[in-house]
């Protein structure tokens, strides 16, 4: 258990970084630039992962890592983007928070991991914590939004059961397998980026900065211990710690930028936060009953119960026999 609870710890660090990306957006780097941004911070980290660790894919692992980095960064950014721009920012992250759903009903088929009861109540509890703490009256539904921010919750939902249904290939660290992701992510964001939105802005220091802290750790350490928290914990408990990121972003929008944080919303992050710690407890495991005691005595064998032979029987018995083959004897 405390292995566990460390690397449950260390994997909740990745939704608690990415809960400050819209500050750091906002504050830090130059606005209507969500493609450009999800560029710098997926290829940089990338290529800066692939430098350290000196290791490129072999064989199948081009196509797998190719795959898993549209899943988890080359489609997810841009849908998550677009998704941010149609709708306000609680709708946004009410749509994303059905991704434990997903994650469960695609680890059902794909892993073999049977959903629990416990598993989807503990899935709608946190979805229904986030939107008490983003959702405000009156907000209004896109359909193109709501469908983007839906693709996008798949999307790395997808990615992160395929993550734990592949694994990694022996002698290569999680380091490397993280760079391969978010190079091949990269590399998909880089032309949509540039066909949807042009040349790269010119950038201040300021923006330098906030990009600097997105690409190394918002996300090469954090999606770095996202994949080592997929490897080593289940699929259903590592998306059930995705509801950190709108509490984190809530907790920063109310001390950093003045926001409002009233009673409901309190609430709200309370129950999201309660689901998300239930949701790493291991479920209790039925009790089987003890087994009898071995005795210490010697069992004979299973099988018809042997007769008894009475005290000088044996004797008899072989000297019948040894008169009878003397009979058969004199008559050949």
């Not at 721009?85 to 009903?105: D, E, I, K, Q, T």
């Not at 359909?143 to 395929?162: C, F, K, N, R, T």
């Not at 809530?250 to 998300?276: C, D, K």
Request: no cysteine; charged share 10%; proline share 8%.
């Amino acid at each position: 258990m405390p292995r566990k609870a460390a690397v449950v710890a260390l994997t909740a660090l990745a939704p608690i970084s990415w809960g400050s990306t819209y500050f750091v957006t906002t504050e830090f780097l130059p606005a209507d630039r969500p493609l450009f941004t999800g560029l710098m911070r997926a290829l940089p980290a990338g290529l800066l992962l692939l430098a350290l660790t000196r290791k490129l894919p072999t064989g199948a692992w081009w196509w797998k890592s190719a795959a898993l980095g549209a899943l988890n960064i080359g489609a997810f950014f841009p849908l998550l983007f677009l998704a941010a721009y149609r709708l306000p920012g609680g709708v946004a992250a009410v749509v994303g928070s059905v991704g434990p759903l997903f994650v469960v009903g695609l680890a059902a088929l794909l892993l073999g991991e049977r959903p629990t009861a416990r598993t989807l109540l503990t899935a709608v509890a946190a979805a229904f914590g986030v939107s008490l703490v983003v959702l405000k009256a009156g907000a209004a539904f896109d359909l193109i939004g709501v469908g983007a921010g839906l693709l996008s919750s798949l999307s790395m939902s997808a990615g992160v059961v395929l993550t734990k249904r592949w694994g990694r290939p022996e002698g290569v660290g999680s380091l490397a397998l993280t760079g391969w992701q978010l190079t091949a992510g990269g590399l998909v964001i880089l032309p949509v980026a540039f066909l949807a939105e042009g040349a790269p802005p010119a950038l201040t220091g300021t923006n330098l900065a906030g990009y600097a802290y997105l690409a190394l750790g918002n996300t090469a350490i954090s999606y770095f211990l996202w994949f080592r928290g997929i490897e080593r914990l289940s699929a259903s408990s590592v998306t059930l710690l995705g509801p950190l990121s709108p509490i984190t972003a809530a907790v920063i929008g109310w001390a950093a930028l003045g926001q409002a944080l009233g009673p409901v919303q309190v609430l709200g992050m309370l129950i999201a936060f309660g689901a998300t710690l239930f949701g790493q407890l291991a479920p209790a495991k039925p009790q089987t009953p003890a087994k009898p005691r071995a005795s210490a005595e010697p069992q004979a064998p299973a099988g018809p119960a042997a007769t008894p032979v009475p005290f000088g029987s044996a004797e008899k018995n072989r000297q019948e026999l040894s008169m009878e083959l003397e009979v058969s004897t004199v008559r050949r």
